[in-house]
């Protein structure tokens, strides 16, 4: 019998961005986080382990996919792109690109099922979890006992994406006020922002007359919204 581990985490956040929101009943632990990490790179979660959620959520990529369509098990083709996964504590709104998922949990043991991601079911990921030597360790140090349940399974990859935070970059160190923007820089930033008159005159401005404004809908700190617009793309993004 080993204790559970309540280490809490400590997140490195940028100054003056919002306090996270992380759920009052999965607060962010060593343990939980670190099991939720192994669970994201492990192939077996895939039917014929070859595919982990890292496949397509790579980290040298934002933990995105750069092909527009993601490939899952036996080459299968799904009909969008894996998105890039990072400051999801501070996620508006619903999760995938049509908002179908309300909370992270929920949407984690997703992709296991999916017949064009991993193709796998979960009963079968509890027992192929079970039989190695590791886990059943990891998810009593998590949770306090050694059960291992699609729940569980879906609380720790919550909390490890919870950790997954973009922290000072440049234009946070911009905010901050210690470095200043090139040139080029500060126009793109005031196109962004809609701000004043600039060379982009013409219809497609959605701000005021003369510049572009992004951000009436990649807004606030983490340039995003909680609305879904239909921006024109192709229609047939269908999963
Ligand atoms: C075969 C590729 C593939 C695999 C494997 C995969 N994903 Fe994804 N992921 C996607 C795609 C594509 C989307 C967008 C789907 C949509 O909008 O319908 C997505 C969306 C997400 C989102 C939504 C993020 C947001 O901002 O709304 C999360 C979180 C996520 N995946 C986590 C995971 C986890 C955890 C795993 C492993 C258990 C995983 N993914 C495995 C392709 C994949
Ligand atoms: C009317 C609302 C709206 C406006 C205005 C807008 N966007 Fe977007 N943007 C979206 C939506 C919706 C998506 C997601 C598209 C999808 O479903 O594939 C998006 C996606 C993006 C992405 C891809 C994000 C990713 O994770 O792959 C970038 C980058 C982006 N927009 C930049 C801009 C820039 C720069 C401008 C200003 C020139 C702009 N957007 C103006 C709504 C908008």
Same mark, same amino acid.
């Given at each position: 019998?080993?204790?559970?581990?309540?280490?809490?985490?400590?997140?490195?956040?940028?100054?003056?961005?919002?306090?996270?929101?992380?759920?009052?009943?999965?607060?962010?632990?060593?343990?939980?986080?670190?099991?939720?990490?192994?669970?994201?790179?492990?192939? &077996?979660?895939?039917?014929?382990?070859?595919?982990?959620?890292? /496949?397509?959520? *790579?980290?040298? $990529?934002?933990?995105?996919?750069? %092909?527009?369509?993601?490939?899952?098990?036996?080459?299968?083709?799904?009909?969008?792109?894996?998105?890039?996964?990072?400051?999801?504590?501070?996620?508006?709104?619903?999760?995938?690109?049509?908002?179908?998922?309300?909370?992270?949990?929920?949407?984690?043991?997703?992709?296991?099922?999916?017949?064009?991601?991993?193709?796998?079911?979960?009963?079968?990921?509890?027992?192929?979890?079970?039989?190695?030597?590791?886990?059943?360790?990891?998810?009593?140090?998590?949770?306090?006992?050694?059960?291992?349940?699609?729940?569980?399974?879906? &609380?720790?990859?919550?909390?490890?994406?919870?950790?997954?935070? /973009?922290?000072? *970059?440049?234009? $946070?160190?911009?905010?901050?006020? %210690?470095?200043?923007?090139?040139?080029?820089?500060?126009?793109?930033?005031?196109?962004?922002?809609?701000?004043?008159?600039?060379?982009?005159?013409?219809?497609?401005?959605?701000?005021?007359?003369?510049?572009?404004?992004?951000?009436?809908?990649?807004?606030?700190?983490?340039?995003?919204?909680?609305?879904?617009?239909?921006?024109?793309?192709?229609?047939?993004?269908?999963?």
């Amino acid at each position: 019998m080993i204790q559970q581990d309540t280490t809490l985490l400590t997140i490195e956040q940028s100054e003056g961005f919002p306090a996270p929101n992380i759920p009052a009943d999965n607060p962010i632990t060593e343990a939980r986080s670190q099991l939720g990490r192994k669970l994201f790179y492990d192939k &077996l979660l895939s039917s014929d382990q070859t595919i982990s959620c890292a /496949s397509c959520h *790579s980290q040298g $990529d934002v933990f995105s996919d750069v %092909n527009q369509f993601s490939t899952g098990v036996g080459g299968a083709q799904g009909g969008r792109q894996g998105m890039a996964i990072f400051n999801l504590a501070w996620h508006n709104g619903g999760f995938f690109w049509d908002g179908r998922a309300t909370t992270l949990r929920e949407q984690a043991v997703g992709p296991i099922e999916n017949p064009l991601e991993m193709n796998e079911t979960l009963a079968n990921v509890v027992s192929k979890l079970n039989n190695t030597s590791d886990y059943p360790t990891m998810f009593e140090a998590a949770f306090g006992d050694n059960s291992i349940t699609s729940d569980r399974i879906g &609380l720790a990859l919550e909390n490890f994406m919870l950790t997954i935070v /973009s922290n000072d *970059s440049k234009y $946070d160190q911009y905010l901050a006020g %210690n470095v200043t923007l090139t040139q080029s820089e500060e126009r793109g930033r005031r196109l962004f922002f809609g701000i004043g008159q600039n060379n982009m005159n013409g219809p497609g401005g959605g701000g005021p007359q003369g510049t572009v404004n992004c951000a009436q809908c990649h807004g606030g700190a983490n340039f995003d919204s909680p609305q879904y617009f239909n921006i024109g793309l192709d229609g047939d993004g269908n999963i």
